[in-house]
């Protein structure tokens, strides 16, 4: 429900991946998990080959597999209250525009049940250890394992660059124009 209200409310591909609640959401098929994709670089829009920029669209994105993107799915796990229907509801205000309101779980929507909704990134995503633990705290539930913490300038490195690479010697930036 909150796709369909986020469709028809954001019209600019940029404002629905960067700035909506949910970004470019992929439903489930065939097996295949809820995808959403949340982050398009700038760099991800270039076409190195034919030397042209590719337009943002929801079909390129979907076509390229371009993007920063994360799957939702149900793991066992101990048990967790999951919703069995629907938690939002949409009201129009009295200027016409969609105003969605959202019901806490209970058991008229809900269920006890051996398991949880999980997010799984498609690559590692750097984030500060401070965010991590503040994550944790809210959710009470792990997020990653923090004793194989790094600096975040080596991970940023190794998650641009297609193989690992050790910066203790320095690190040479190199910049390239395409023309």
């Known amino acids: 429900m909150l796709a369909q209200l986020q469709s028809c409310s954001i019209l600019d591909v940029s404002d629905l991946i960067h700035k909506s609640p949910l970004g470019i959401l992929q439903q489930r098929k065939g097996g295949h998990p809820l995808k959403l994709v949340f982050l398009v670089s700038p760099y991800e ?8 920029s590719i337009p943002l669209s929801v079909e390129n994105v ?3 597999k371009i993007g920063t993107s994360l799957t939702v799915s149900i793991e066992s796990s101990t048990s967790h209250k999951l919703q069995t229907r ?12 969609s105003l969605p309101s959202f019901d806490a779980l209970s058991n008229l929507n809900s269920s ?6 999980v997010l799984t990134l498609t690559h590692a995503l750097p984030m500060i250890t401070t965010l991590v633990r503040k994550i944790q705290s809210i959710t009470n539930m ?7 913490a790094t600096p975040l300038l080596s991970l940023l490195v ?3 660059s297609d193989r690992p690479v050790c910066i203790k010697k320095g690190l040479y930036v190199v910049s390239r124009l395409i023309q």
Not at 45 to 52: A, I, M, P, R, S
Not at 112 to 117: D, I, Q, V
Request: with cysteine; net charge positive; aromatic share 2%.
């Open 86 to 97: 629907a938690l939002m509801s949409v009201a129009k205000t009295q200027d016409g525009k």
């Open 45 to 52: 829009l270039l076409d190195v080959k034919q030397k042209t």
């Open 158 to 160: 190794n998650n641009c």
């Open 62 to 64: 979907v076509k390229r």
């Open 142 to 148: 792990d997020c990653g394992d923090l004793t194989q």
């Open 112 to 117: 006890t049940l051996p398991a949880g909704f």
